[in-house]
């Protein structure tokens, strides 16, 4: 069974840096085609995919947030770490994780629950 | 880069009646392979989302066959044979052909129950 869990702070200060964790099971990261994505939502607004890693540790970053993403993973505990750098309130969104199947370029068939990150002083 | 537009944004529907949701992409989802990775996820309200329909027209595992996906190049569309009132949410179309450098979704359309 394939699940996947985010945590993180639930607050952060403008231009703080937000470190999220996904933590999963059910499926390896050293497998041969798995990836794990971040994806966000602003209250109310569309989903927005933000940077993937895969199992060969490649890491691809949205075009327009690469500058302050990092992603990472740690094989062995199972967790994708994702780095934001400089938060401001336009940041405030639902943040998940989602596996996908990139050897068969199948996206995100497998969601966290989400984690709400609010940007506030 | 691909801009994926839905319409409509907001879609009513009667109970046990059709609907149908319209996805286009700026630029063809036709791959090199000669696959289409578009793909359709349903978000019922406070959940996440869930993957329904990938590359057009696969359902996922556990979908109800009442949902069906159709389309090619850059014209999509996602139809409910018959809406329950367990399928009122949000539905988005996301592409991933264009990868890298992005994968990229819809604006979404809100299915409600009139």
């Known amino acids: 069974q394939v699940t996947l869990r985010e945590s993180g702070p639930a607050l952060v200060k403008p231009t703080q840096t937000l470190t999220l964790t996904c933590t999963f099971s059910?499926?390896?990261?050293?497998?041969?085609?798995?990836?794990v994505s971040w994806i966000r939502q602003p209250p109310g607004k569309a989903l927005e995919w933000l940077a993937l890693?895969?199992?060969?540790?490649?890491?691809y970053y949205s075009t327009s947030l690469k500058t302050r993403l990092t992603i990472s993973k740690d094989t062995s505990k199972n967790q994708v770490v994702l780095t934001m750098t400089n938060m401001d309130p336009v940041d405030t969104a639902t943040y998940y994780c989602?596996?996908?199947?990139?050897?068969?370029?199948?996206?995100?068939?497998?969601w966290g629950q989400g984690t709400l990150v609010t940007v506030s002083s | 880069d691909v801009v994926m537009t839905q319409s409509p944004l907001s879609l009513p529907v009667t109970l046990g009646q059709p609907a149908s949701i319209s996805c286009r992409s700026s630029?063809?989802?036709?791959?090199?392979?000669?696959?289409?990775?578009l793909n359709w996820f349903q978000q019922r309200p406070g959940q996440s989302p869930r993957r329904l329909i990938y590359?057009?027209?696969n359902r996922d595992s556990g979908v109800p066959d009442r949902f069906s996906g159709s389309g090619s190049g850059t014209d999509f569309t996602l139809k409910i044979s018959r809406v329950e009132a367990e399928d009122v949410g949000v539905y988005y179309c996301?592409?991933?052909?264009?990868?890298?450098?992005?994968?990229?979704f819809g604006g979404g359309t809100k299915v409600e129950i009139k």
């Open positions: 989602a596996r996908s199947l990139c050897g068969d370029s199948e996206d995100f068939d497998y």
């Open positions: 059910g499926f390896s990261l050293s497998t041969s085609g798995m990836c």
């Open positions: 890693i895969d199992w060969d540790d490649d890491k």
């Open positions: 630029q063809s989802l036709v791959y090199s392979d000669g696959n289409t990775y």
């Open positions: 590359k057009v027209s």
């Open positions: 996301m592409q991933g052909t264009h990868w890298p450098p992005k994968l990229t």
